[in-house]
C-alpha cells in the first residue's frame, strides 16, 4: 500500500529545494533552520489531508473543486492560479537538470534542458503505459539516488551542532532572509503537490472496474456512502487504507524532511561567507574545492535525479488540474511538450538559473493558500467524508498553517512593494 506519498513527496525534493535550501545555508548559514523543519511538519498533515480526500471520496481535489464551483469564470480563474503554479513547478525541474548536466558533463543549459524533458517524457510513458505501480518503483530508485547524492556531504564534513540548535529559534535577520523563507516554503509546500497527492491516491486505489449494481456512484457529494461503496470495491476497508496512508506520508516527508535539512547543513558548514557559492555552480565549485570531488559529484547527480523524477510528477498534476476543472483532457506528454517551453526560453535568454529557481518558488508559495484552504475545508465536511472528516483539532492546526503561510506571504509582499 506504499508509494503514492513518496511519488508526490518527488515534489519536496525537486531542484527549487535545492536552490533555496542552498542559498539560505550559504547566505544565512543556520538562521533558517526551523523554516525547514516548520514546513516539514506541515507538509505531512498537508499530504496526508490531500491522501485521505482521493482515498475516501474517489476524487482529486481539482475534481472536488471543479464539482462545486459552479461559476465557470470562477472555476477557470482558479483554474488559471494552479495552471501558472504548475509552470512554475515544470520550469524549476527542468532548468535543475539542465544545471545538473552543466555541472556533471560541461553540456550547454539549452540542450540540459532538452534532454531533461525527454528524460521525463520517458518517465511518463512509463506512468501511462505500465502503470502507477511500475512509475512509483522508477521514482522510488530516483529518490534513493537524490537521498545519498545530498546528504553524504553531511557526513564528510559535519555542521556545528550548537549552529543547528541557534537554527532552530523562528527569527529572520532581513528582507533576503525572509524571501528565502518563502521560497523554502514554496519549494517544501508545493501545490501541486496536494493536488497530485489527492489524484495519486484515487489512482492508486482505484477499484479494478465499476460494479454494475453499486447502489452509489463512486465519486458524489455524500462521501459516507461512497466510502462504504469504495470499500466493498476496493475489497479492503478505508480505515486501513488510511492507516497504510499515514505510514506512507510519514516515510516519504521523513526521507524529504532529512534531505532538505542535510542540503542547508551542507551549505551552512562549508559555504557560508564563501564568495559565489549562493549559485549552484559556485556551491558545486566550492564543494569541488573545499570537500571534494566525490561529494560535489555526488551533489550533481543528486541535483539531476531530482530534476528527472519532480518533473513528471509536475506534468500530472497539471494534467489533473486541467481535466479536474476544466474536463478537458490532455495527454500527459503532449503537455509535457507545451510545458517545456518556458524553461528552455529562460535557458536560452541567458536568466540565473539559481535566481530562477528561488524565484519559482516564491511563486509557489503565493499558490500555496490556493491549495491548502480548500483542502482543509473539504476534508473537514460531514456530507463529503462522513465519519473521516477531519477531527477539530486536525482542523485547527490546518486552519493555523494556512493562516502561517499566507502572513509570511503578505509580510513579503509589503517588504518588497515598500522596498524594505
Known amino acids: 500500500m506504499i508509494g503514492p506519498a513518496l511519488v508526490a513527496g518527488v515534489a519536496y525534493l525537486d531542484p527549487g529545494n535545492v536552490a533555496s535550501n542552498m542559498t539560505a545555508g550559504a547566505k544565512y548559514g543556520y538562521l533558517l533552520v526551523w523554516v525547514v523543519v516548520l514546513g516539514n511538519v506541515m507538509a505531512w498533515l498537508i499530504q496526508y489531508l490531500s491522501a485521505k480526500l482521493g482515498i475516501v471520496t474517489g476524487q482529486s481535489l481539482p475534481e472536488a473543486l471543479g464539482h462545486r464551483m459552479k461559476n465557470r469564470w470562477a472555476r477557470r480563474a482558479y483554474w488559471l492560479q494552479a495552471e501558472l503554479v504548475a509552470m512554475a513547478t515544470d520550469i524549476a525541474e527542468v532548468i535543475g537538470g539542465a544545471v545538473a548536466l552543466n555541472l556533471l558533463f560541461n553540456i550547454p543549459l539549452v540542450w540540459g534542458g ?21 512509475f512509483e518503483f522508477v521514482v522510488i530508485g530516483l529518490i534513493a539516488i537524490i537521498a545519498i547524492g ?22 529572520f535577520e532581513d528582507t533576503g532572509s525572509v524571501l528565502l523563507a518563502a521560497s ?20 492508486r486505489f482505484a477499484p479494478p472496474k465499476p460494479h454494475p449494481n453499486s447502489p452509489e456512484p463512486l ?61 549552484l555552480e559556485g556551491a558545486y565549485a566550492a564543494l569541488y574545492t573545499g570537500i571534494g570531488p566525490v561529494v560535489a559529484t555526488l551533489f550533481a547527480v543528486g541535483l539531476l535525479a531530482s530534476g528527472l523524477a519532480s518533473t513528471s ?55 500555496i493558500p490556493f491549495a491548502l484552504v480548500p483542502l482543509v475545508a473539504l476534508t473537514a465536511q460531514r456530507n463529503l467524508l462522513g465519519a473521516f472528516r477531519n477531527r477539530i483539532i486536525t482542523t485547527i492546526a490546518g486552519i493555523a498553517a494556512s493562516l502561517f503561510l499566507i502572513a509570511l506571504n503578505a509580510v513579503l509582499l509589503w517588504l518588497l512593494f515598500t522596498g524594505a
Not at 150 to 171: N, Q
Not at 184 to 203: E, F, Q, V, W
Not at 250 to 274: F, Y
Not at 335 to 364: E, N
Request: glycine share 10%; with cysteine.
Open 184 to 203: 523554502i516554503l514554496g519549494a517544501t509546500i508545493m501545490p501541486h503537490a496536494i493536488y497530485a497527492h489527492s489524484a495519486l491516491s484515487r489512482d
Open 114 to 134: 532538452v534532454i531533461t524533458g525527454a528524460v521525463s517524457i520517458v518517465l511518463l510513458m512509463v506512468q501511462t503505459r505500465r502503470g502507477a505501480r511500475s
Open 313 to 367: 510528477v509536475g506534468a500530472y498534476a497539471g494534467a489533473e488540474i486541467m481535466n479536474g476543472l476544466l474536463k478537458i483532457r490532455i495527454p500527459l506528454i503532449a503537455r509535457r511538450l507545451v510545458t517545456l517551453i518556458p524553461a528552455l526560453a529562460i535557458l536560452a535568454i541567458g536568466v540565473d538559473p539559481t535566481l530562477a529557481l528561488v524565484l519559482s518558488q516564491v511563486v509557489l508559495s503565493f499558490g
Open 219 to 279: 465519486a458524489n457529494d455524500g462521501a459516507h456512502g461512497t466510502s462504504t461503496s469504495l470499500a466493498t470495491l476496493r475489497g479492503i476497508s478505508t480505515a486501513r487504507l488510511l492507516s497504510a496512508t499515514r505510514w506512507d506520508v510519514t516515510i516519504a516527508m521523513a526521507i524529504a524532511g532529512t534531505v532538505n535539512l542535510c542540503i542547508l547543513l551542507l551549505a551552512a558548514a562549508n559555504l557560508a561567507g564563501v564568495p559565489g557559492t549562493d549559485t
Open 150 to 171: 545530498f546528504t553524504f556531504g553531511v557526513f564528510v564534513a559535519p555542521p556545528d551542532a550548537a549552529g543547528v540548535a541557534a537554527g532552530l529559534v523562528p527569527r
